[in-house]
Nanobody, 120 residues
């Protein structure tokens, strides 16, 4: 059994910052890529940022230069530092990880989501 637990969401004013965290726990053998996605009601879920096992990263154009994804492999944790937040960043943010458990094979696991609201 694997669980992903996110934290760090909340209400922030435009121009402010938030740091999201997501920790995985359970029967984990190894973790490959990690990512943050977000969803606004009525819209498709979109990739915000991803980080591979080698540390290489990719970002949605809308967040480049403002958001930074990082990972702590020892803690099975992924972070998303969000700066210069805009109202358009308001969404539910989900972390995802490709995890290999002690059973054969690996698959993607999702957190339950954390709300980020950017408003004055």
């Amino acid at each position: 059994q694997v669980q992903l637990v996110e934290s760090g969401g909340g209400l922030v004013q435009p121009g402010g910052s938030l740091r999201l965290s997501c920790a995985a726990s359970g029967s984990i053998f190894s973790i490959g890529s990690m990512a943050w996605r977000r969803q606004v009601p009525g819209k498709q879920r979109e990739l915000v940022a991803g980080i591979a096992s080698d540390g290489s990263t990719n970002y949605a154009d809308s967040v480049k230069g403002r958001f930074t994804i990082s990972r702590d492999n020892a803690q099975n944790t992924v972070y998303l530092q969000m700066n210069s937040l805009k109202p358009d960043d308001t969404a539910v943010y989900y972390c995802t990880m490709v995890i290999r458990t002690h059973s054969p094979g690996s698959r993607a696991y999702w957190g339950t989501g954390t709300q980020v609201t950017v408003s004055s």
